[in-house]
């Protein structure tokens, strides 16, 4: 299925076991990211992407035509026609808008066309509402395999045709591509996507799990990866912006033709640094997005899994489990110990899984949440 809502999280990311992160920046923007992480033989990571390519475009929104989900930029960009809309042999990029200031602030939406002033974008009708003169912008392209992990960032490779063995395999479980994200509906969904990358030869590229071409795969905004890694090491890296505003994400249910189902959201830590857990009782409870128990006994509503990747190993267990209890004077986060978690530190690397309850119907809320050192 296709969302509507595309997820979109600000985090800087350096994760894996035993991971490290370089920030190097001037008084300027850009910020930059450096990222590696070490995986050990026969272990698994999970690695969220939320660094982004440099913008092509740094705007304000003039107007906005809600009719044909135009964003019309202030100044004059003189941009060529379509010269932001991907052309087979012409125009080799998939870009897209992002918000960075305002109501929808780090939300991103793929460009569909655009004339000399204008840009159009995919979008629902009720949140192009909420766009509005003035609000800031980015135009970017997408990270695609090739670009985010460049000859193989580092993970192992294959080195034979017809096999896979020796290389590190990347597990995916959204799928992104001409016709939009797509989120498998449920919970404990197999992945989406496969990738490993081939060296033998001339060849030297990343492929699917059909053993095709996968350089230009694309790879949305706060994409999660779970690394798997064979019996060797490896050393990962990537490099790209940090984004410098707020994070926008989407917490939803699906129906899947027999009910409404639970349903699982993975989501990179939204924060360039270590955050505590409270900060994000605005973004989650204050919204409505995620539902607080209300009873003692009864068992948690809607969790947060943490993977931290602080354990070696296949076939990890989350490290850590979060739910709010909103219950007389008892408000607050509770780790699956039911002990007190609203200090508990989370680090910058961790992959959070939402697991939201299924709802009487389909549900769709965006979140914002806004770190500590960004202006609020």
């Known amino acids: 299925m296709k969302l509507l809502l595309p997820i979109y999280n600000l985090t800087v990311i350096c994760f894996a076991l035993c991971a490290n992160y370089v920030f190097a920046s001037t008084v300027e923007t850009p910020v ?38 135009k964003i019309v930029a202030g100044g004059e960009p003189a941009w060529s026609a379509n010269q932001f809309v991907f052309a087979d042999g012409v125009q080799p990029e998939h870009y897209y808008l992002k918000i960075t200031s305002g109501e929808l602030e780090g939300a991103w939406f793929d460009i569909s066309s655009n004339d000399a002033f204008s840009v159009a974008i995919e979008i629902g009708a009720g949140e192009i509402q909420k766009i509005a003169k003035g ?46 994200l797509e989120y498998p509906i449920g919970v404990n ?35 999660v990866f779970v690394a ?26 699906l129906d899947n033709g027999e009910g409404v189902q639970d349903q699982e959201i993975y989501i990179p830590l939204p924060s360039a640094v270590d955050f505590e857990l409270n900060e994000l009782t605005s973004t989650l409870i204050d919204s409505g997005a995620f539902t ?35 219950r007389g004077a008892t408000n607050k986060w509770l780790d699956k110990d039911k002990q007190d978690a609203q200090t508990y530190k989370l680090s910058v690397g961790t992959v959070l899984v939402f697991r939201k309850k299924a709802t009487d119907e389909e549900f769709s809320i965006r979140c914002k949440f806004t770190p500590n050192y960004i202006s609020k």
């Open 32 to 69: 930059l990211g450096f990222f590696s992480g070490e995986i050990p033989a026969n272990s698994e990571a999970y690695i969220g992407i939320t660094t982004t390519r440099a913008p092509v475009f740094e705007g304000v929104v003039e107007s906005v035509n809600a009719g044909s989900s």
């Open 135 to 180: 609000d800031s912008f980015q135009i970017i392209p997408h990270w695609t395999m090739a670009t985010l992990f460049p000859d193989g960032g580092g993970f192992s490779k294959a080195t034979k045709i017809s096999a896979t063995a020796g290389a590190t395999m990347l597990y995916k479980y959204t799928s992104y591509g001409t016709d939009g």
């Open 189 to 223: 969904s197999a992945s989406m996507q496969r990738f490993y990358y081939r060296e033998r030869g001339d060849i030297n590229n990343w492929c699917d799990a059909d053993k095709k071409d996968a350089s230009n795969v694309l790879v949305e905004p706060n994409a």
């Open 228 to 253: 798997v890694q064979p019996d060797n090491s490896c050393t990962y890296s990537y490099s790209g912006n940090i984004p410098m505003c707020a994070t926008s994400f989407v917490l939803f249910t």
């Open 292 to 326: 607080p128990s209300t009873s003692v006994a009864s068992s948690p509503v809607d969790i947060i899994y943490a993977y931290e990747n602080k354990s070696s190993g296949l076939n990890l267990t989350p490290d850590n489990s979060f739910f709010y209890r909103k």
